[in-house]
């Protein structure tokens, strides 16, 4: 065979050709007992030495039933010599059926060229060829048996030598097509492989892509998303109904005239989307559609202005600063003289607190500004919320109960873990607090499980507080946004721009008991953030 090939492809196809040579065998074998016992007289069917045929035939037959049942059943692996000595067994039978049949009148020897070219196919090149010198020396034995019986006319040893040249022609042509096929066949499979490791490499690059991509048809139906893209349309998973279409906005940008890219909000947690669309040249009705979550693109630029932001703000904090701790300590003081009355005193509480307002505004601004670069860390989630369970304690004494439901099956994150405790406190402490004023005893449950259309993590941190106003839920996490009259209005701010940097999602939401519920959503633990 060609050096191409591999012995496990020489095997299928020796197995191949020889399974089907049984059944070709046991048709003929068949069909010339039938017509030697069963057709009328006057056949040429073993007209020269009937009882020689009588014998032949049925033993054939029987040969012919028993290696079919053995190449259906029980053949694994052909050995050369068994392939060689299986070959010379139908030659030396359809030799013996042609010498029974008169030689040359009968026409048997030509069924010897289907018995070389299953040699050719299967043997290497010199046995092949030597069946082939068996057959040639075969038929011109026939003739000569012949011509001690009867006498042979001269032409009869020349057709026998051209048909043995027939033979050997055969036998070099038919190993030459099937080194050419092997190898092509060879070729294939490896061009095959390639194709299918790059499929399922592109399959992989594609579906772990922080991107999210969509193909979409005119109409706007859904022909393949990926696990990024159903993440930030909030979709169950990637598998698609017939028929499914995309969000509106994604039709209308599909079916545009100008086919740019657009913004728009997406899943439950209203995302920022910014959608880009590519059209297929090739497929003039389809539309690549590329989607990113707007965070991620605009991450470097909330460092750079938070670098601007803290450039500016650390030169005038110390300004600031100075004086205010001037007028907090003076107000200190002179509420500790005994000369004021209570009027006076209550004043002086008045510019304390102010004051101590103005340094946690300072601060706050202040950690923003330094613009610190996250270093995310893979952790269980659940582990890390047992152990911040443990060790937070409410700032204004407040009674509070915590507790976890798992119901995820991955609970890995990929975010840093002293953020995120920024982030957790500023969510828990106004539950605490908003939950103790109105039940007296604040309860608050974290709830972690999976993004059903990946192995993301999901955090829902429920209180029993009165939750936010409809009409203030779009305005939560703008700056300096407050309901009380003694808070600053950057905690929330703050967590938002924190989740930022770590690819989180955060949105406020009525969870199924129409309960207060802060919703979390992680990305996937192997996705890394823009680098700072």
Same mark, same amino acid.
């Given at each position: ?62 040969? !012919? ?40 009148? !009968? ?58 040249? /027939? ?133 470097? /630029? ?231």
């Amino acid at each position: 065979m060609s050096s191409d090939s591999t012995p496990h492809q020489d095997i299928a196809q020796r197995r191949a050709v020889m399974r089907f040579h049984a059944g070709y065998r046991q048709i003929l074998a068949s069909a010339l007992c039938l017509v030697f016992f069963f057709a009328p007289e006057g056949t040429i069917l073993g007209s020269s030495e009937p009882a020689l045929f009588t014998w032949v035939s049925p033993v054939y037959l029987a040969v !012919s039933v028993a290696l079919t049942v053995y190449h259906s059943l029980f053949a694994r692996h052909y050995s050369y010599t068994e392939v060689f000595a299986e070959l010379l067994c139908d030659v030396a039978a359809l030799v013996l059926l042609a010498y029974a049949s008169g030689s040359s009148d !009968s026409g048997l020897q030509l069924l010897i060229f289907v018995t070389i070219s299953v040699s050719s196919a299967t043997l290497p090149g010199r046995l092949s060829l030597a069946l082939a010198a068996l057959a040639s020396i075969a038929a011109l034995g026939e003739v000569a048996v012949h011509s001690l019986a009867v006498p042979v006319p001269a032409q009869q040893f020349v057709v026998a030598g051209l048909t043995g040249i /027939a033979y050997f022609s055969t036998a070099l042509a038919i190993r030459y097509l099937s080194v050419r096929i092997v190898s092509t066949q060879s070729l294939a499979d490896r061009r095959r492989d390639d194709l299918e490791r790059l499929s399922k490499l592109n399959q992989m690059i594609v579906q772990r892509m922080q991107t999210g991509v969509m193909l979409l048809s005119s109409e706007g139906e859904i022909k393949l998303l990926n696990a990024a893209a159903a993440e930030l349309l909030g979709r169950q998973s990637t598998h698609l109904s017939p028929g499914e279409l995309a969000p509106p906005e994604l039709i209308a940008l599909v079916q545009s005239e100008s086919q740019g890219s657009m913004l728009f909000n997406a899943g439950e947690g209203k995302v920022e989307v910014f959608a880009n669309v590519a059209p297929m040249r090739d497929l003039e009705s389809d539309h690549l559609v590329y989607l990113e979550n707007i965070s991620k693109i605009s991450q470097r /630029a909330q460092n750079m202005k938070l670098a601007s932001l803290g450039r500016f703000t650390a030169s005038i904090a110390h300004e600031i600063r100075n004086p205010l701790s001037a007028i907090s300590h003076a107000a200190q003081l002179l509420g500790e003289s005994e000369a004021l009355n209570d009027g006076d005193r209550r004043f002086t509480r008045i510019i304390e607190s102010n004051a101590h307002r103005m340094d946690a505004i300072i601060q706050n601004i202040l950690e923003m500004s330094r613009g610190k670069a996250p270093q995310p860390e893979v952790f269980s989630i659940k582990a890390w919320i047992t152990d911040f369970i443990a060790d937070w304690r409410p700032t204004n004494g407040e009674s509070v109960s915590l507790n976890i439901l798992d119901k995820c099956r991955h609970d890995h994150v990929n975010v840093d873990p002293s953020q995120l405790r920024q982030i957790i406190t500023n969510i828990v402490e106004n539950g605490a607090r908003y939950g103790a004023q109105l039940h007296g005893r604040a309860e608050l449950n974290f709830v972690v499980s999976n993004n059903p259309g990946s192995d993301a993590v999901v955090l829902d941190i429920i209180d029993n507080g009165p939750g936010i106003a409809p009409e203030q839920e779009d305005m939560i996490f703008e700056p300096f946004f407050t309901t009380e009259s003694k808070g600053t209005g950057l905690g929330l701010y703050l967590s938002r721009e924190l989740c930022l940097a770590n690819q989180i999602s955060i949105h406020y939401r009525r969870d199924s008991g129409s309960d207060s519920c802060f919703r979390l959503q992680f990305s996937h633990p192997s996705r890394s953030g823009l680098p700072s």
